[in-house]
């Protein structure tokens, strides 16, 4: 069984250990972190604090990018923006690993506390009752104190995640605690 993970797109850019995992992975990215790869590529801001790392991520950055360009894989994701909360059908990297693209809708609810793609990611795993994988730590600490019931893995625990990580309905009952 697949174990899924809401992502932003360019994490999986940022940390290689993502695509090199002990068990098949479903990471869902909502639309709009992938038009956030785009930005970042044109940007002149580094996305990365040293030289050599920065290139490094805006190449794979571009793999990524060629990655959801294929005809194929660009057929699927048309197919899923036609209709808000459309899941596009898998895009496939790999035995172990494939990618979910989600047309993903910014409803506000969270505008308060979360930026807008934030808000997007939540809303994925709250709507899809997924885990959600982030590096950010302050991403993490505001949806701990606005009691936002998603169930959340920091990105230096995916192995974790991936082998031992609460199922949904492990999750649903602590949830409900």
Known sequence: MRRRFVIEAVM?????????????????VPYSTILELYEML???EPVMDSAEDDAHVKGKIKELIAFFEDP???????????VPWRESS??????????????????????EFFDPIE?????????????????????????VEGEVPVQVYDIEDYDFAVEEGLT??????????
């Open 12 to 28: 999986v850019a940022t940390y290689g250990q993502l695509l090199v995992p002990s068990q098949p992975v479903d990471f869902v």
């Open 42 to 44: 044109e940007s002149s």
């Open 72 to 82: 194929l894989n660009r057929k699927k994701i048309e197919r899923a923006l036609q």
């Open 90 to 111: 898998p895009l496939i990297l790999n035995e172990l690993i494939q990618f979910t693209v989600i047309h993903a809708v910014d409803n506000a609810q969270y505008g």
């Open 119 to 143: 808000t997007e990611v939540l809303l994925t795993a709250l709507k899809l009752n997924i885990p959600v994988l982030s590096d950010q730590f302050e991403f993490q600490d505001r949806l």
């Open 168 to 177: 949904a309905a492990e999750w649903e009952s602590i949830r409900d605690i």
